[in-house]
């Protein structure tokens, strides 16, 4: 095996301009300034000029090859979708980290928590109150069909005058 002495300053460079696309797009919408017949300009910023924002206008096959270079290839991942954290194997990674560290995964508090508890809970506004005559708003009930629900009324009802 060879070994091949690579400047600091070349890797240093290298890690920046891949952190740059590593959580994001290449090019947001919002960054396109305009689109004509063969060409597209959009903003960005010259870091070799101190991160000022400029205009470039290019030919339209030369944005699409530039944006193209910036398209991971398949079975690679965005960092955001693959780290620990990734949706996928969230609980089981927070699992394992809690497991390692010698302390005990309780898993989100607010997960099964009503949109109303949630409310109550951050901002002490409770929005099942009535705020003309203090009484209680009916919770609705979700996934049961129209054909139950005066089932579910009749019974609300008959438990809040016992």
Known sequence: MTSV???????????RHLARYSYRTAIANSRIVSVGDSTVSFR??????????????LDGEEFIDRFLRHVLPAGFHRIRFA?????????????LIHKLRGSVYNGNPFRKMSMADLILSFYGKDIC??????????????????????????????????
């Open 44 to 57: 960005y910023k010259d870091y070799a000029d101190g991160g000022k924002e400029k205009v470039m206008t």
């Open 129 to 162: 109150s009535c705020p003309k005559c203090s009484g209680r708003l009916l919770p609705f009930p979700r996934g049961i069909p129209l054909a139950g629900l005066e089932h579910f009324l009749k019974d609300f009802r008959i438990s809040q005058i016992e």
């Open 5 to 15: 002495d690579i400047p600091e300053y070349k890797i240093r460079d290298a890690f």
């Open 83 to 95: 780290g620990f954290l990734s949706n996928s194997r969230k609980t089981a990674n927070l699992r």
